[in-house]
């Protein structure tokens, strides 16, 4: 895979160092900035995916607790964030293991700003193309919407 000699991903929070692993690994960036209120906890994953640098190809890797690591001077409509991709999967993989199908099968999403103000979007979840709610688990019993609000998915 060829890198984008200028491409920059920036990580933002506790899985960043993760995804940008799975990049630096992928060669889909060539800069790569960890960014977390938790200064210590940024440079010491930056430590570490350039101790393992070594093994891609040839990456420049920065991180701290000061949003400029992430300054690109791009304009913020040339911006996207995926803060909710790791809650949506959590709901999705819990659903295909209650109805005894794969993650990759169902379809739901979470939505809205990381954290407080996310929520569920029940009304257009669904295995294929069955929704959620008339879905027919391996115990013939159907998931009911008292049981989805109180399954904590963040």
Do not use: C
Not at 17 to 38: F, K, N, Q
Not at 58 to 80: N, W
Not at 100 to 119: K, L, N, R, W, Y
Request: no cysteine; hydrophobic share 40%.
């Amino acid at each position: 895979m060829t890198v984008i000699e200028n491409s920059k991903l920036t990580m933002v929070g506790g899985v960043g160092s993760s995804v940008a692993y799975a990049a630096l690994t992928r060669g889909s960036a060539r800069h790569v900035a960890l960014y977390d209120i938790d200064a210590a906890k940024a440079e010491a994953e930056v430590l570490d995916l350039a101790h393992g640098a070594q093994f891609t190809d040839h990456s420049d890797i920065v991180g701290g607790g000061d949003v400029s690591v992430a300054a690109t001077g791009l304009s913020p409509e040339r911006l996207f964030a995926s803060g909710t991709v790791l809650n949506t999967s959590r709901p999705r993989w819990v659903l295909a293991q209650r109805a005894g199908v794969s993650p990759a099968s169902v379809h739901a999403h979470i939505v809205g700003e990381h954290g407080d103000t996310q929520f569920p979007l029940w009304s257009r979840a669904s295995s294929g193309t069955m929704p959620l709610l008339e879905w027919e688990m391996p115990d013939d019993a159907r998931l009911a919407p008292s049981e989805l609000d109180r399954t904590r998915w963040t």
